[in-house]
């Protein structure tokens, strides 16, 4: 599996933005699917977004033209990119590797340790 370890998040004022890294180790990278899922304080982690190996994308739809999530298989690197945040996006978000079929049910062979995103209104 997979190591996974993310960065990037911060103390943002509404309406600004953020890019979320996560660096994989291993040289598979590229042949993982890749997401990013969050969990906000008394609620499910929930899935926000996942790129496939192949590089298409899916989106949950609530933040689909907010958040842009690529990938750079050189760096061994998924990132997460954020813009017109809300104070509802607070959260922690955690990047996450495996298929796109487990990802879209919430599972996956690997998790980060998660990097905390505070959107102050």
């Known amino acids: 599996q997979a190591q996974l370890v993310e960065s990037g998040g911060g103390l943002v004022q509404a309406g600004g933005s953020l890019r979320l890294s996560c660096a994989a180790s291993?040289?598979?990278?590229?042949?993982?699917?890749m997401g990013w899922f969050r969990q906000a304080p008394g609620k499910e982690r929930e899935f926000v977004a996942l790129?496939?190996?192949?590089?298409?994308?899916v989106y949950a739809d609530s933040l689909k033209g907010r958040f842009t999530i690529s990938r750079d298989n050189a760096k061994n690197t998924v990132y997460l990119q954020m813009h017109s945040l809300k104070p509802e996006d607070t959260a922690v978000y955690y990047c996450?590797?495996?298929?796109?079929?487990?990802?879209?049910?919430?599972?996956?062979?690997?998790w980060g340790q998660g990097t905390q995103v505070t959107v102050s209104s």
């Open positions: 291993g040289r598979t990278f590229s042949s993982y699917d």
């Open positions: 790129i496939r190996w192949i590089g298409t994308t």
């Open positions: 996450a590797g495996g298929t796109s079929g487990d990802l879209l049910r919430g599972r996956a062979g690997s």
